[in-house]
């Protein structure tokens, strides 16, 4: 029996997790307590952060204390980085201009630990290299024990990508890719030359690209190739001269979308060609994924349609937060402990109902527990409302899957706009379906289940106006997928809005707007929904309304019939190109 707290501090997106005796007991992003996004303010090393507030809480979580730890997992080991590099004489192209400060850093991560957590000894740490952590918190969590597995990121201490075989719990690593060949770092140059922000922002390149035509993709398939030994390589890509630099309030032009499409196109083809040599190497049938690159759902459903492996699972923190999860596993593992497979997302803070009472009784608002909480839900949705909805714990990972969601009917086109708006973000960012799982593949075609977001689906043309806004440009959606077992409240509310609209679909955002975390305990509930034009929130058992039951918005949707608007960004996009 083995207590292991795992750790996420370099790169971005500082985590904790707690894994006892093999069985994931918490984990969460320090942003859902700092709420700061992934970790990152305006100035240097910023998002080095030990995460210690979300640490302390999975530790009280358990009910455990500093002392009762066995071993604390880090997820970079500065030792992969050779001396030279580490002084800083080797060639900075390799590692990275930061490299060595950040290899210093995380050399002094026993004593940071030891100071962030009297009580646990630094020599309890145990660094794990930054890509096994990864493939770790994938092959380790996976509903099964064998499989091929495939990392791809930004970057790790020397290295963008991992590919290897799993048996019996045990990694046999095949390939790896050296710096400073990487595709997560290829797509992040695209994001910054787009305007967005490195390391955060891709998945605003990946919606903007079902906008483009892939225009440049001979160009990108001379300069990002596969290799015989199961890497790749990827040179130079002259930006400027594809598309112009955008700056960051500056309209977008087509050769935006069309770079954008061109880099997808070309990332989606390198991971299925890295996928039949990861499929021979191994001759396994399941693939588990893992790193920043395994967010990108479009191309997981391209993998998943034109790749060799019969089952693909994604684990849901794919990126740099899930290797406190990976870390943590894979020294529970190295300890004699067996991992179990993770049993939901849903492995945040929650809070009881007299807790969430006592809070809405000191904010001092009016409050209501109705008899039937998803009736009343179904009955604001089914009117086109938009419901602040904040049950159970929160999620784990960048997808809002029904814990800590914005939703609403799916049939008004405008809806889309509308939340959008809501949330401040730029109006050619799709929003995702959530759908009975029984029901599924009625209403979509791709890989199920998919109870992460994790995969997009083509929805079938007979259903597209029903669901009309959560249709993306080009005939697709982020699916999640509910199931009765392990989500009874969404599943019920899911089919209380199907009794009344005939439709068992709904629009599911994170509970959030522009540029913060998600909402993840009810004083940021409660500021969110006090801030935004939500019509209805549902905390726990207990429901809050504006002053009228819908808002002005709604009711200026519902009593005109408007006309159907194209989609358009606030810098102009459509759906038709600009």
Known sequence: MAVVLGINAVFHDPAAALVIDGRTV?????????RIKHGKLAVPFSTWEMPERSARWCLAEAGLRPEDVDAVSYSYDPSLLPTAERGGSADRLSVGEWEPLRTLYAELAPSFVESAFPGIDGSRLRYVPHH?????????????????????????????????????????????QRLPHSLGLLYEELTVHLGFQRSSDEYKVMALASYGQPVHLELLRELIQTTDEGGFRVDPVPWGQLAPRRGTDSAFVSAHADVARSVQERLEEVIVELAHWLHRATGETRLAMAGGVALNCVANSRLAAEGPFARIWVQPAAGDAGTALGGALYVSHR????????????????????????????????????????????????????????????????????????????????????????????????????????????????PFPSPYMLFTHTVRPEWRERVAAA??????????????????????????????????VLVNTSFNTAGRPMVDDPRDALECFGSAPVDLLAIGPFLLRRASRLSPVTSAIRGAAAPRPQPVSAHGLTRGGL
């Open 132 to 176: 096994v952590a990864h493939a770790a918190s994938a092959y380790l969590a996976a509903p099964f024990r064998d499989s091929a597995v495939l990392v791809l990121d930004g970057r790790g201490e020397t290295a963008s990508h991992l590919a290897g075989k799993v048996s019996q719990g045990e990694l046999e690593v095949l390939s790896t």
């Open 26 to 34: 918490a984990a969460a992003e320090e942003e859902r307590f700092s």
């Open 471 to 504: 249709v993306h440009v080009d005939g697709s959606a982020r699916v999640q997928t509910v199931d009765a077992a392990s989500e009874p409240l969404v599943h019920d509310l899911l089919e209380a809005f199907e009794a009344r609209s005939g439709v068992p």
């Open 335 to 446: 300890l004699g402990d067996r991992p179990q497979p993770l049993p939901t997302a849903a492995l945040g803070r929650g809070w009881s109902d007299s807790e969430l009472e006592a809070q809405l009784v000191d904010a001092g608002v009016a409050f209501e527990r109705p008899d039937d909480l998803v009736g009343a839900v179904a009955d604001v949705l089914a009117a086109d409302g938009v419901v602040a909805w904040f049950q159970g714990r929160s999620e784990f990972g960048p997808r809002a899957l029904g814990h800590r969601s914005l939703l609403a009917n799916p049939g008004r086109p405008e809806t889309v706009d509308r939340m959008n708006a809501i949330k401040g973000r730029e109006q050619f960012r799709p929003v995702a379906p959530m759908v009975l799982a029984e029901r599924a593949s009625d209403i979509f075609e791709g």
